[in-house]
């Protein structure tokens, strides 16, 4: 009976990614859309300029984004090759909690915290 739980989580969370994938795939192909809409002539320096930032923030945008769609299909990777909810430093289960928060983590919370505080001591 147990494992039938353990399906039905493994469900959740697949549909919860897929979700999330299926909403930035969305929101990406509207900045993308809106970049090459907005491909006019600027005469004015100004205009140009500003036109650049907005540019490069986007593309900043799609960055961050393209990271996070690669993070979510390897979780989906994860559930489909029996290591979601693993963590990958201590091989211990990842709370149901934490997994609700971030279900594209790989570490658990214990793990999570040491990595940050080796981060803070060499000041990344």
């Known amino acids: 009976m147990g494992s039938l739980m353990e ?3 493994l469900e959740f969370f697949r549909n ?8 930035l795939l969305i929101e990406a192909e509207r900045a993308v859309t809106g ?6 002539e600027f005469p004015d320096p100004t205009d140009r300029a500003s036109h650049e930032s907005e540019r490069n ?3 900043r945008i799609k960055d961050r984004e393209s990271k996070l769609i690669n993070k979510i299909k390897d979780a989906i990777e994860r559930i489909d090759n029996g290591t979601f909810g693993i963590c990958e ?4 289960e990842i709370s149901e909690k934490r997994l609700m928060a971030r279900p594209m983590t790989t570490l658990c919370i214990k ?3 040491k990595q940050e505080e080796e981060e803070k001591k060499r000041g990344l």
């Open 16 to 23: 919860l990614l897929n979700e999330r994938l299926e909403n």
């Open 89 to 92: 430093v201590c091989g211990e």
């Open 35 to 40: 970049m090459t809409n907005s491909k006019g």
């Open 7 to 9: 399906k039905e989580k």
């Open 111 to 113: 793990c999570k915290i």
């Open 57 to 59: 923030f986007m593309l």
